[in-house]
């Protein structure tokens, strides 16, 4: 089955390639496509409603089985900011960026934020949502998944991307998501677990069921 992950995000297809493996899915990028996709405007006020809007658009827009991400930080001493603005949060003092420099000034707005709050006061959420719509934009499932952590001091690590140098998740404290391997995250992220709870669903329709 040609399954289209409507992101640019090269991690995020990346995390999903893997945790697909086994299955008889292919992932399809929208570079793969012959014509560029439908921008869809992330307007709802959820991660579940940007995800599910992103997939029914997208599907309908190429004919393929489409699976939608939206994700982002929640920051408890924020507020539960930047949540849905997490990929954009820095864009208004900084516009114009993208990739790997939006990231670090992404992440320098979040410490800066939070300059001087003590460790006790720094907890934060991944929040991931997915869903998956069908080539005529009927939603199929709509997954979500969380992990808890807290925000360090100082970014550290090479791997992962957006805010992952900065958090350090429940399960790992001692390390932040861009510290762990590939296995070690997908076991503990907010997007490996909500891909473990589509992934039942993902093996029913690449078998016709």
Known sequence: MRLLFATGNAGKLR??????????????????LPAPLPEVVEDGATFAENARKKAVAQARATGLHALADDSGLCVDALGGRPGVFSARWSEAGAPGLSGLERDLANNRLLLASLDGEPPARRGAGYVAALALADPGGRVLAEVEGRCRGRIGAAP??????????????????????????????????????????????????????
């Not at 995390?15 to 793969?32: F, H, I, K, M, N």
């Open 15 to 32: 995390e999903l390639a893997r945790l697909v493996e086994g299955l008889d899915v292919r992932v399809v990028s929208p570079a793969e």
């Open 156 to 209: 550290r690590g090479e791997g992962g991307f957006g805010y992952d140098p900065l958090f350090l998740p429940e399960a790992h404290p001692g390390r932040t998501m861009a510290e762990l391997g590939p296995a070690e995250k997908d076991a503990i992220s907010h997007r490996g677990e909500a891909f473990r709870l589509l992934r039942p669903i993902l093996a029913r329709l690449a078998s016709g069921g």
